[in-house]
């Protein structure tokens, strides 16, 4: 088999699977035999009618397991008509042998790539068949035409199957950016105050014995970041589940940023320095920049061996917003690989900006983003 042919073959069926029945099945499996009978009786020009009559009656109820078995049901349809057709020496002259097409169109709509390579030699054959069997042969119009018809339907079953998979992957797309977006939150919001607990317990253990005042201390704040996060917890769980309309808290931004200046006991001061028309800059930047701020500072106190001071400079002008947070520590690996980087590159890239960390060479560790202003949405 060539590569498209084998390709196709090795094609799967088309998800989700198909409903096994629908009211529609049954109104239409309840129309089909009163008309077939109708047609019969008033056509007696056409050879064989009762003939027929019974043997689409007797087919008819292929049309419930069109969706779960679409190519046993083709089979079974075309290979009695088939038969039938040999037997008494002509095709079939009834209009409402027509719906045989529904079973044309669940085949390429349904079936799995091997079912719609054999539907495809099945009706192909089918159609072509009259050349051999009947004499006189059908006209070159009515084999054109035919044909026509069968591609047309088939057409369809393709066109919906390509459609409702082009959507499934649409789903999945933004699910996966769902997905990230939370992951995102979660590592900004709730990761930032489990990371000041777990500083605070630290240096509540370290000083314990010789000083308790400062351990009661550093309770106070654990209990103060406990609460925040259990508070954000609850926030996302009730956004998350829909079941009912929350109260949704204010998106932090740049007039936010000197949050970030409480540190905890022992840990480097943090400084925040605005520059230029803050006021400017939309609410959805300035929420990207304070994230990218938090997360570069929550890191500086986690991994930043020694470091005193955490500077955080943030500078607005023409070109957008520029935002540098420097450390003068030192940097230690983790010891396991989280995804602050990962998560602070992800915010510059999605607002068509870049977000970059590393060493300064005299010494510390910085973190700059520039977002320009073609990123901004209007």
Do not use: K
Request: proline share 8%; hydrophobic share 45%; net charge neutral.
């Amino acid at each position: 088999m060539t590569s498209p042919v084998r390709a196709v073959w090795r094609s799967p069926a088309p998800t989700p699977p198909p409903p096994r029945r629908v009211w529609r099945d049954w109104v239409l499996v309840g129309m089909l035999p009163p008309l077939v009978l109708l047609e019969a009786a008033v056509r007696p020009e056409v050879p064989w009618r009762w003939g027929w009559a019974i043997v689409l009656l007797a087919l008819v109820p292929t049309l419930f397991w069109r969706r779960t078995r679409p190519f046993t049901m083709l089979a079974v349809a075309f290979g009695v008509g088939t038969l039938v057709s040999v037997v008494v020496g002509g095709d079939p002259q009834l209009f409402t042998t027509a719906y045989f097409l529904v079973l044309v169109y669940s085949v390429l709509r349904w079936g799995s790539g091997r079912a719609m390579v054999g539907g495809a030699a099945l009706v192909l054959a089918g159609t072509l068949a009259p050349l051999l069997l009947e004499t006189p042969s059908p006209s070159p119009v009515d084999l054109v035409g035919g044909l026509a018809v069968v591609v047309t339907t088939g057409s369809l079953g393709l066109a919906f199957r390509w459609r409702a998979g082009a959507r499934a992957r649409e789903l999945e797309r933004m699910r996966l950016l769902e997905r990230e977006e939370l992951a995102r939150e979660l590592h900004d919001t709730v990761a930032h105050h489990v990371s000041a607990i777990a500083i605070q317990a630290q240096a509540g253990a370290a000083v314990a014995a010789q000083h308790p005042d400062a351990a009661t201390e550093a309770l106070r704040v654990i209990e103060g970041e406990a609460s925040r996060t259990l508070d954000e917890m609850r926030a996302m769980v009730r956004v998350l589940r829909r079941s009912d309309a929350p109260e949704l808290a204010p998106v932090p931004g740049l007039d936010d940023l000197g949050r970030l200046t409480s540190s905890p006991a022992g840990g480097p001061a943090v400084t925040v320095e605005l520059e230029g028309d803050t006021a400017s800059v939309p609410p959805a930047i300035g929420a990207a920049v304070f994230r990218i701020a938090q997360e570069a500072v929550t890191n500086s106190r986690r991994h930043a061996h020694g470091a005193t001071r955490v500077e955080v400079r943030v500078r607005v002008d023409g070109d957008g917003v520029r935002l540098e947070v420097h450390d003068d520590g030192e940097a230690v690996a983790s010891g396991r690989p989280g995804f602050g980087l990962t998560g602070m590159a992800e915010r510059a890239a999605l607002l068509g900006g870049r977000c970059e960390a590393g060493r300064r060479d005299g010494g510390g560790w910085t973190v700059t983003a520039a977002l320009p202003r073609a990123g901004w949405p209007t």
